[in-house]
């Protein structure tokens, strides 16, 4: 994060503490969503992850419904796109983006877990993985997990294997 960014943040905070901000959340400081745990199958984050993301909004679909539909035995895995469009087929509205850290702390806060693609792999060996964040603050990014609890990844961590996978993430939200 920019020093820029990190300025910002403190500001932000400063002022909440004095009452001097709007309702909204300051952004930094964002509570935990509840998602169901990411199941531990391999090549399954994709499908585990937006199983709990739709169930989170109330719709119950299980990964293997949405594996068999969307699974590509080639990529070993499922595209962001793929995620998206079987989300618009269980009637919810998808925003794919390209964003930065404030955007995905704005999703949480709002209550819409973000689907986002990491890169997990060092140097010239790549291990995309994709994770929905329910929280971000002092402490660092969490992040849906093998676990009831999740993952909690300290945030330039978070930041380095978003941005290396390019920095997408996907909205998922109800259908007004």
Known sequence: MSKGALAFIRLGLALASLGLTGCAA???RVG????????????????????????????????????????????HGV???????FARSQGYQTELRTGTSEDLQRAV????????????????????????LTGWGEEGVHCQGTGANGTLVA???????????GKQYLLITPAS
């Open 79 to 85: 595209l962001l796109t793929d995620l998206a469009w």
């Open 32 to 75: 935990l969503l509840r998602l169901a745990p990411q199941s531990s199958a391999l090549f399954q984050c994709g499908p585990t992850t937006l199983a709990a993301v739709l169930a989170f909004h109330g719709t119950v679909v299980p990964e293997d419904i949405i594996s068999r539909a969307i699974y590509s035995p080639t990529a």
């Open 109 to 132: 806060a709002a209550g819409r877990p973000p689907i986002v693609l990491l890169d997990l792999g060092l140097g010239a060996i790549r291990q995309p993985h994709f994770t929905a």
């Open 26 to 28: 300051p952004i930094g």
């Open 155 to 165: 945030e330039p961590k978070f930041i380095r294997q978003w941005e290396r996978a």
